[in-house]
């Protein structure tokens, strides 16, 4: 994506650092290109400390060295990385009203998520809030008409918007509806 964009040198070095983190994040595994990494990565280092200002560098950067031993000796890097559990901590953190006392508000915000979820589970017929909602709700009333287009009656879930159709529109959406009507095709042949 980068290149044509920054020099050579510098899109080569975040080109190779895309291709280490897509040999760490493989399904599948090798132990020897775990360890043809562990020899590249501290000279891709070298190359990126040449490109970047030192402010960029702190240690996690450095913790690069360490991945492909990890996914050696660990497995599979996905499996124990923590990313999915920090991002589930961030959003409790933000569910904090009152600074004071942080790890009660954690505990009380996720003890409110649970006990909506359980329930709505729990109550699936009745107002489950994961549920798709219905579009119209179907009234108990028999069909006033004969024709097949007013056979269900229904009326919105929720407030509708008030519409004034011209003469034009309005022919048009008849012509439709009687021309795609069964019972309206003896009349059009």
């Known amino acids: ?3 044509g964009y920054m020099p ?3 899109w080569q070095a975040i080109a190779e650092l895309s291709y280490f983190y897509r040999q760490i994040c493989a399904k599948e595994i090798s132990k020897n290109m775990m360890e043809k990494l562990e020899k590249q990565i501290p000279v891709l280092l070298c190359k990126l400390e040449k490109i970047f200002p030192p402010g960029f560098f702190n240690p996690m950067e450095h913790l690069l060295i360490h991945i492909p031993y990890e996914a050696k000796v660990g497995g599979p ?3 124990r990385w923590m990313y999915h559990i920090e991002r589930a901590l961030k959003n409790l953190r933000g569910m904090v009203r009152n600074k ?3 790890e009660g508000c954690i505990a009380e915000a996720f003890l409110l998520k649970e006990v909506s979820y359980f329930t709505s589970v729990y109550f699936a017929e009745e107002h489950n809030v994961y549920a798709a909602t219905m579009r119209y709700n179907v009234d108990e009333e028999p069909p006033i008409s004969d024709l097949n287009i007013f056979q269900w ?3 919105s879930t929720s407030k509708g918007t008030f519409y004034n159709l011209s ?3 309005r022919m048009s959406a008849l012509l439709y509806m009687y ?4 019972e309206m095709e003896p009349y059009f042949m």
């Not at 021309?179 to 069964?182: A, D, I, K, T």
């Open 100 to 102: 004071a006392r942080v």
């Open 77 to 79: 890097v996905q499996y």
């Open 167 to 169: 003469i034009d529109e």
């Open 153 to 155: 009656r229904g009326t």
């Open 179 to 182: 021309s795609n009507m069964e």
């Open 1 to 3: 994506m980068f290149r």
């Open 8 to 10: 050579d040198a510098m």
